[in-house]
Nanobody, 120 residues
Framework: QVQLVESGGGVVQAGGSLRLSCGAS????????MGWFRQAPGKEREFVAR????????DYADSVKGRFTISRENSRNMVVLQMNSLKGEDTAVYYC?????????????WGQGTQVTVSS
């Protein structure tokens, strides 16, 4: 069982930056692939970024490539999403996800979400 808690959301002006963190419970964090998804009002949840258990494989949605960076600190049971050059269309609730296999929208474990609002 893994419990995930996101933090770091807030309101930021367009062009600004935010750093989202996701802390995980359990002593087997380094066995899990981790990812971030987001859901804007009236839209389906969409993939943002994922990182494999070792941190050596990372994948991003085209809409965030070059602006967002996902990383993990296995010693701290944490995964981070650094978001730069934020745009209005990045406004959404951001969710952290974990799974023992490739992260997909059907991931086994989810956090409660953190709101990111980008103002113009």
């Amino acid at each position: 069982q893994v419990q995930l808690v996101e933090s770091g959301g807030g309101v930021v002006q367009a062009g600004g930056s935010l750093r989202l963190s996701c802390g995980a419970s359990g002593r087997t964090f380094n066995r899990y692939d981790m990812g971030w998804f987001r859901q804007a009002p009236g839209k389906e949840r969409e993939f943002v970024a994922r990182i494999n258990w070792s941190g050596l494989v990372r994948d991003y949605a085209d809409s965030v490539k070059g602006r967002f960076t996902i990383s993990r600190e296995n010693s701290r049971n944490m995964v981070v999403l650094q978001m730069n050059s934020l745009k209005g269309e990045d406004t959404a609730v951001y969710y952290c996800a974990a799974d023992e296999t490739l992260i997909t929208p059907r991931a086994r474990y989810w956090g409660q979400g953190t709101q990111v609002t980008v103002s113009s």
